[in-house]
């Protein structure tokens, strides 16, 4: 029988959450962390922890700023410290990663991560060095909107761009996009997008995703993110992550391009290999979870 645990580790000023699945084998076994993406939580992962959990030590934790997780304030790189807040961003998050590894697993990893929980492992990857085993992307997020990514010849996004940033810095602004996105008939709209097939678009997806909104802090993370227009592409990263990689892709996210990550594939020796999940979105861990369950507990097994 799988034992799942949910747990608060203590981590600088913070509380962060994270839950345990395994078998409790008394032989060693791989130790997997799952990372989720931008607005989600350690629930995303709900058909894929438990069914890892039965071959691995499996891990999922909630970000800093997100699910049950402290929320600290947001700090932006211009704003003086204040109320213990922070600047959001892969550095903090990656650190948060690379310590719970070291303080609450102790032995080797591999990384799993979605949408911007991809960028947060390859991070961590790099400060774990030779304590992590691998990383697996999952429709890692591309960060088209950083400064680094600015076409010269996009006349429009070029005069609109400075408008956007100067907005965004603005918490009355911020908060409320913030507000206006964090209710249940607006989730499940985006869901549609993100999920193209419709399945397990649920009420229990609604709440994953929902409850956390609801929090005191809920909309700082959201305005760290946002205003993260020159941080850490995914291709500056696999430039310095020693280990494998490997990729797992939606064929129909309407946000991170199936053509760029083949041509990630393509670029970087080590990128392993590309598993495209067929009529799936940007989450295919929760949208088809048996194809992608099957493909990872794959490629966990060959990673030595």
Not at 3 to 27: D, G, M, P, R, Y
Not at 37 to 50: P, V
Request: glycine share 6%.
């Amino acid at each position: 029988m799988i034992h799942k645990e949910c747990n608060f580790w203590n981590w600088k000023k913070w509380k962060i959450s994270w839950s345990l699945a395994n078998v409790n084998k008394k032989t060693p076994t791989k130790n997997v962390l799952l990372i989720h993406g931008f607005g989600a939580s350690k629930g995303h992962w709900r058909y894929n922890q438990n069914v890892l959990g039965e071959e691995f030590n499996c891990f999922a934790i909630d970000l800093l700023g997100f699910g049950d997780s402290s929320q600290p304030f947001a700090r932006l790189d211009y704003e003086s410290p204040h109320n213990d807040s922070i600047k959001y961003c892969f550095d903090l998050w990656g650190e948060q990663i690379r310590d719970f590894c070291n303080v609450n697993i102790k032995g080797q990893v591999i990384l799993i991560g979605n949408s911007i929980g991809g960028i947060v492992a390859l991070k961590a990857a790099e400060m774990l060095e030779n304590k992590c085993d691998g990383v697996i992307l999952i429709d890692c997020a591309q960060r088209t909107m950083d400064d680094k990514r600015l076409k010269k010849n996009d006349i429009l996004m070029n005069f609109l761009r400075p408008i956007i940033k100067t907005a965004v810095r603005t918490r009355f602004i911020s908060n409320t996009i913030f507000k206006r996105a964090a209710n249940p008939k607006v989730i499940k709209e985006i869901l549609k997008k993100a999920y193209p097939s419709g399945k397990n678009i649920n009420e229990e997806l609604i709440d994953i995703l929902y409850k956390p909104s609801q929090r005191d802090n809920s909309a700082e993370a959201f305005r760290g993110f946002i205003n993260l227009f020159n941080d850490y592409l995914p291709t500056d990263l696999f430039k310095k992550v020693e280990k494998s990689i490997y990729l797992i892709w939606g064929e129909k996210d309407p946000w991170e391009s199936l053509s760029e990550a083949i041509e990630w594939e393509q670029s970087f020796n080590n990128i392993k290999s590309l598993d495209i999940i067929e009529g799936a979105g940007h989450c295919p861990h929760d949208e088809c979870p048996d194809q992608t369950n099957k493909i990872i507990l794959k490629l966990v097994q060959d990673i030595k």
